[in-house]
C-alpha cells in the first residue's frame, strides 16, 4: 500500500512538472512566433504590438531570416504538441487555449491582414491546443529529415552536437524542475492568463482565420489538380504522337521497299545497289518502332502499377 501511495504521488508530481512544461512551451512558442513575425516583415508597428518579453537566450537569433526563426517556432510547437498528445491533466489545454486566443485577439491579427504563412502557424498552434496535432507533427517530422538529407556531413556533425549540448542543458533544467515539482500537484501549478486580451473575441477572430486559410487550401489544392491534369495530358498526347510516328514510318517503309528485300533466303544474292534513301528508310524505322515498343511497355507498367 505504501509503495503504490509513493507511486501516485510520484505520477501526480510528475504531472505537475508536464503541466509546467506545457506552459512554458506554449510561451516560448509565441516568443518565437512573435519574432518570426517581426523578421517577415508583416506588420510595420509590430514592436509596439509584441506581447512577450525577449527571454530567448540564442545569441544568434538577430541574424537570422524569417524561416529560420519559423524553423524553431516549429520545433518548440512539435514539443508542446508531445506534452498536449501525453498529458493526463484535463484542464491543462484548455486553460492554455484560452491564453493564445487572448494573445491573438491583443496582437491586432486578424482574418484582413494575416498573410498564408502566418495563418498556418496559427492553425498549426490550435490544432496543437485541441489534440489535433498529428498532421503538423508528421509534416515537422518529414521537413526535418528533408532538411538533414540536404545538409553536408560537416553540417550533419554540427547539429548534433548542438543537440547534446541542448540536451545536457535541459537536463540539468529538469533535475531541478523535479526538484522543484516535490509534494506538488497539478493544482498547485498556476496557470495564469499574461496576456491581456480577450479570449472570446480571438476565438472568434481565429475562427474567420482559418476559415480563409481553408479556402486558399481548397483552391491551392485545385489548381495544383489542374496542373497535374494538364501535364498528364501533354504526356499523353506525346505518347500517342510518339505512337502514331511509328505507325506511319512502318506503313511507308512497307509501301516504298520492295517485299522482296526483306527475303533472308540464304539462296538471294544481296545486291549492292541499295539506295541511300533506302538506308534511311531502314534507320528511321528501325528508330520509330524502338521508340514505340518502349512507350507501349511504359503503358503496360503504368496499368500494371496502377492495379
Do not use: H
Not at 84 to 102: D, G, H
Amino acid at each position: 500500500m505504501k509503495g503504490k501511495k509513493i507511486q501516485l504521488q510520484g505520477q501526480i508530481e510528475i504531472e505537475a512538472v508536464v503541466l509546467e512544461e506545457m506552459q512554458e512551451c506554449l510561451y516560448d512558442s509565441l516568443e518565437w512566433l512573435e519574432v518570426y513575425i517581426e523578421k517577415a516583415g508583416y506588420y510595420p508597428d509590430w514592436q509596439q504590438r509584441k506581447q512577450l518579453p525577449k527571454s530567448i537566450e540564442r545569441e544568434n537569433v538577430r541574424f537570422m531570416d524569417a524561416n529560420e526563426v519559423k524553423g524553431f517556432f516549429s520545433t518548440v510547437l512539435f514539443s508542446l504538441s508531445n506534452f498536449a498528445k501525453t498529458s493526463n491533466v484535463p484542464f491543462a489545454l484548455e486553460r492554455l487555449q484560452t491564453q493564445f486566443y487572448s494573445w491573438l485577439d491583443k496582437s491586432g491579427i486578424n482574418a484582413g491582414n494575416c498573410s498564408k504563412e502566418l495563418a498556418e502557424c496559427l492553425v498549426n498552434v490550435n490544432n496543437v491546443l485541441n489534440e489535433k496535432g498529428e498532421e503538423f507533427r508528421k509534416s515537422r517530422r518529414e521537413e526535418v529529415r528533408k532538411n538533414i538529407s540536404q545538409m553536408t556531413s560537416e553540417e550533419q556533425e554540427g547539429k548534433f552536437y548542438g543537440a547534446i549540448t541542448e540536451l545536457q542543458k535541459n537536463l540539468k533544467n529538469e533535475e531541478a524542475w523535479l526538484e522543484a515539482a516535490k509534494n506538488k500537484s497539478p493544482q498547485d501549478v498556476k496557470m495564469e492568463n499574461k496576456f491581456l486580451g480577450n479570449a472570446d473575441r480571438g476565438k472568434e477572430i481565429f475562427r474567420q482565420i482559418e476559415s480563409v486559410f481553408k479556402e486558399q487550401q481548397a483552391i491551392k489544392e485545385k489548381q495544383k489538380a489542374q496542373q497535374d491534369y494538364r501535364e498528364w495530358e501533354k504526356e499523353q498526347e506525346g505518347m500517342e504522337g510518339i505512337e502514331s510516328s511509328s505507325s506511319a514510318s512502318s506503313q511507308w517503309y512497307r509501301s516504298t521497299v520492295p517485299s522482296q528485300n526483306l527475303n533472308l533466303d540464304k539462296s538471294v544474292k544481296p545486291t549492292n545497289n541499295v539506295s541511300t534513301t533506302g538506308i534511311f528508310a531502314i534507320i528511321s524505322v528501325i528508330i520509330a518502332l524502338t521508340v514505340g515498343s518502349v512507350v507501349i511497355a511504359k503503358k503496360q507498367l503504368n496499368k500494371k502499377v496502377k492495379k
